[in-house]
């Protein structure tokens, strides 16, 4: 049985873990406003638990039941959602704002009770506006009493970007007629294991064991690549999904993405190594000169040893859809419905920059996407009674999907899936040509977020085996609050029959005086009158904003191409490797 270090831990800091039933595992989380100066440069106000920053570790194993009982002490709404948990029958915990919920008041309570039907490595944010970038972000650990691999202890390792400016006020900064390329917040740093700046994580190794270690991006922005000095590392999991053990130089995580690897300790003490964790800096449109994006750690043998450096690491591309999945299974999906979706930013009639799939860019109805499921009949399989901005799309269940993603972004986007782990059967150049249908002859692997580079495509199939209302979206915090989303509806005439929405949920939407039956609008059939509509791309007229908003977005263009270039032509630095640490952290 391997040895979870992460659990005693987490028992060890003083989480109440309810035992009265052996398969119930109790956590409580009051939600509020701490001060926290994690990288020590800058100490802010974060959204912690329980009076401290940052939150707890969730540990449980496979067939628990997880129950978070929540109170929210912040001055705003607020929602979990555990992130990769296919919540299948559980819909309405899933979390998103505005797709399954309507937001826990606040001081309210809400208690939310998983099911856990699978096993891997995830982590649990809030999915309220970009509260999550605040710091209500922690790593949720499934254990399997039955696991495939051999290690001795398994250790969790976080990435995350972080701002020293409150996220509401760089959304405002984000989503703004003054910045027209839609230029995304550049973070001050990086925090490795919650810590940063001079403070460098430690993780203790011993001669000889094997460690699993728990790779999770929880960022807002920014691409990590993971690689450590003078050891070999093997990935075993994507996303909570098993894959034989594949030998990487190097691990690259975009953000919410998770990778599992195992590293064997060397066989002596004589030496302390560098792993490291490097942000991707082709994320960000400027490099501020003060920027440090090569973050290190230490694999530590023994306190005071000497570093032994390595130059040879190997930091060669590492692609995903190469891995093999364990036990070779399941099977490659065919298709019984195919979605195309294309992905655009550009400039609306708000005068805002939006992120859109098919030039339609989000925005959340007036009653919640499941509950508009729930109370409209056999309406709800037509996708028109979600609404115009909802990009709605309906399938039947046990379908087998398609979606053809074609990113034609100048950036890379990191696309996640509620509900669902999806086959990643090819890549290639944009456009996808419809006529081509790929048969992978070995079965693909899978996973719950995928990373697109600029002017690729990438074809994912899943089948429709979980009915509810699922959020498909970029996981850049700044993109999806820009609209780069959609609504999956599945098996909505198996919803009605098998999904109850708890009590809880209904008294907080009419706390909150959100409907909670009927159309987009909350009106019966199709009359959408008073939903969202818009905002369009230009063409579709010039008001007096847009026009005003065009004006000030040509000046501020010239001023940011300006600032890019001089940032690109002084600052932008290659990677290098760091200098061996001079402050360490508490050692895992």
């Not at 831990?9 to 956590?27: D, M, P």
């Not at 064997?264 to 942000?279: E, G």
């Not at 719950?448 to 509810?468: C, H, K, Q």
Request: charged share 15%.
């Amino acid at each position: 049985m391997k040895t979870t270090t992460g659990l005693l831990k987490a028992l060890a800091t003083g989480l109440l873990v309810t035992l009265a039933a052996a398969s119930n595992v109790t956590y409580y989380w009051d939600i509020g406003y701490v001060n926290a100066n994690p990288d020590g440069e800058m100490e802010r106000r974060v959204i912690g638990v329980n009076g401290a920053w940052p939150p707890p570790e969730i540990h449980v194993s496979l067939d628990d039941t997880l129950i978070l009982e929540v109170r929210n002490s912040l001055d705003t709404p607020t929602t979990l959602h555990s992130h990769g948990l296919f919540q299948n029958g559980t819909n309405y915990y899933d979390g998103p704002y505005m797709v399954t919920q309507c937001g826990i008041p606040p001081g309210a309570n809400m208690t939310y009770a998983i099911p856990i039907q699978q096993t891997g490595t995830y982590w649990i944010h809030s999915h309220y506006s970009a509260q999550y970038v605040d710091g209500i972000r922690s790593p949720l650990i499934i254990h399997d009493p039955n696991d495939p691999y051999d290690y001795d202890e398994e250790m969790v390792l976080s990435m995350t970007d972080w701002y020293h400016e409150q996220a509401s006020t760089l959304l405002t900064q984000f989503l703004s007629w003054k910045n027209p390329g839609g230029a995304e917040p550049v973070p001050n740093g990086a925090l490795i294991g919650n810590v940063g700046g001079d403070l460098q994580k430690v993780l203790l190794f011993e001669p000889g064991k094997t460690y699993r270690i728990r790779l999770i991006n929880m960022s807002a922005l920014a691409m990590f690549h993971f690689s450590i000095e003078g050891h070999t590392m093997r990935v075993i999991e994507v996303d909570g999904f098993n894959t034989e053990p594949q030998e990487v130089g190097n691990v690259m995580l975009s953000a919410a993405q998770r990778t599992s690897i195992l590293v064997t300790a060397l066989n002596s003490t004589d030496n302390n190594y560098i792993f490291h964790a490097d942000m991707d800096t082709d994320m960000f449109d400027v490099i501020p000169a003060t920027l440090n994006y090569n973050s290190t750690g230490v694999i530590q043998y023994a306190e005071g040893a000497p570093f032994k450096r390595d130059a040879s690491v190997d930091w060669s591309a590492f692609n995903d859809i190469d891995l093999v999945p364990y036990n070779n299974t399941p099977a490659a999906f065919g298709f019984d419905v195919s979605f195309t979706l294309d992905v655009y930013f550009n400039q609306y009639t708000d005068a805002e920059n939006h992120g859109t799939f098919n030039n339609i860019t989000y925005v959340a109805p007036k009653v919640p996407s499941m509950m508009i499921a729930l109370s409209t009949g056999g309406d709800a399989m037509n996708a028109t009674i979600y609404g115009p901005q909802t990009n709605a799309h309906v399938v039947q269940h046990m379908q087998e999907v398609q979606f053809v993603v074609n990113n034609f972004d100048a950036g890379t986007h990191p696309f996640h899936l509620h509900g669902h782990q999806f086959q990643l059967i090819e890549r290639g150049p944009v456009p996808y040509d419809a006529t081509y249908n790929p048969r992978p002859s070995t079965p693909p692997v899978q996973r719950d977020t995928v990373a697109i580079p600029s002017m690729e495509y990438v074809i994912l199939r899943f089948r429709a085996d979980n009915p509810g209302a699922w959020f498909f979206h970029c996981h850049i915090e700044w993109h999806i609050e820009g609209g780069l989303a959609m609504v999956l509806l599945e098996a909505p005439d198996v919803m009605q029959t098998s999904l109850v929405v708890p009590q809880q949920i209904l008294d907080q939407c009419a706390q909150a005086n959100i409907p909670t039956a009927g159309n987009a609008a909350g009106r019966s059939g199709f009359d959408l009158t008073g939903a969202p509509d818009g905002p369009f791309p230009y063409p579709l007229g010039w008001t007096n904003k847009a026009k005003g908003g065009m004006a000030g977005a040509i000046v501020s263009a010239i001023v940011g191409f300006a600032t890019i270039f001089w940032y690109g032509w002084s600052s932008k630095k290659t990677y290098t490797p760091a200098s061996p640490p001079t402050q360490l952290a508490a050692a895992e």
